[in-house]
C-alpha cells in the first residue's frame, strides 16, 4: 500500500505570495492533518480534516487555510507568505480518525522556503 | 491544553550500549502515546507506540514504558546501532473528538561506532 505522498517536495516563493500544498493520505484513511516543522518551534498542529470538513484547528493566523476534497486528498494554503513561514510542512493521515486514538502516518513533507 | 516535554534533546552513546529518552504530560486525559524517528529529509516514522491501558511495550530491541500516575512515558533502545541516529518525537494524544496529537520537542540521538 502506498504511503502519504505530498506535492511537492521543495517549493521557493518570495514574500507576499501564497502557496498551494497538495497531500494525498494512504488509500482508505479519511482524516488527514497538516503540520508546520521548524528548528525551533518543532512539530506544531495546524489543523486537522475528516469528511471533508475542518475538525480541529491549531493557533496558526487566518493565512493558513486548507481543504479536503471527498477522495480524502487534502491541500493546505499559505497567503501572503512571511519569511517565517519557511518550514517543513508535514502532512499525516489516519484511517478513521473518529478517535484521537488513531495512529497517524506521516509523509515527507514540503520544504518551502520563503525569500 | 496539553504540554509535552521530552529529556534529553542530545543524547550520544556508543555503538551497542542503551538509549532512554523521557517525555512527561500534562492532561491525565491523554491515553495513547507514540513514539516517531525521523532521519534526515524525511517525515517522521512511527516505531512505537503505548495506549494507556498497558504499562509496557517491547519490539524487538524497542520499548517504551508508560507511568500513568506519574504522567511519564520513555523510549528504551537497546543493543544501539549507527542507523538508529536520528531525530526521535514523543507524542500524547487527549481521547477527543478528532485528531490532536501534541509533540515533544524532540530528541537527537547520534550513535557513535
Known amino acids: 500500500k502506498a504511503g502519504v505522498t505530498q506535492t511537492p517536495r521543495y517549493l521557493i516563493k518570495t514574500r507576499g505570495q501564497q502557496v498551494t500544498l497538495s497531500c494525498s493520505p494512504i488509500s482508505g484513511h479519511r482524516s488527514v492533518s497538516w503540520y508546520q516543522q521548524t528548528p525551533g518551534q518543532g512539530l506544531q498542529f495546524l489543523f486537522e480534516?475528516?469528511?471533508?470538513?475542518?475538525?480541529n484547528k491549531g493557533n496558526f493566523p487566518g493565512r493558513f487555510s486548507g481543504r479536503q476534497f471527498s477522495n480524502s486528498r487534502s491541500e493546505m494554503n499559505v497567503s501572503t507568505l512571511e519569511l517565517g513561514d519557511s518550514a517543513l510542512y508535514l502532512c499525516?493521515?489516519?484511517?478513521?480518525?473518529?478517535?484521537?486514538?488513531?495512529?497517524?502516518?506521516f509523509g515527507p513533507g514540503t520544504r518551502l522556503t520563503v525569500l | 491544553g496539553e504540554n509535552v516535554e521530552q529529556h534529553p534533546s542530545t543524547l550520544s552513546v556508543q555503538e551497542g550500549d542503551s538509549a532512554v529518552i523521557k517525555c512527561t504530560y500534562s492532561?491525565?486525559?491523554?491515553?495513547?502515546f507514540p513514539w516517531y524517528k525521523q532521519e534526515l529529509g524525511k517525515g517522521p516514522q512511527l516505531i512505537i507506540d503505548?495506549?494507556?491501558?498497558?504499562g509496557e511495550k517491547k519490539d524487538q530491541r524497542i520499548a517504551v514504558t508508560l507511568n500513568k500516575t506519574a504522567k511519564h512515558f520513555s523510549l528504551h533502545i537497546t543493543e544501539t546501532q549507527p542507523e538508529d541516529s536520528a531525530v526521535y518525537f514523543c507524542a500524547a494524544v487527549v481521547d477527543n473528538y478528532g485528531q490532536n496529537f501534541v509533540f515533544g520537542p524532540g530528541t537527537r540521538l547520534s550513535v557513535l561506532p
Open positions: 499525516a493521515s489516519s484511517l478513521v480518525g473518529r478517535k484521537s486514538t488513531d495512529t497517524q502516518y
Open positions: 492532561d491525565s486525559a491523554s491515553n495513547y
Open positions: 503505548i495506549r494507556s491501558n498497558v
Open positions: 480534516y475528516f469528511s471533508e470538513t475542518q475538525r
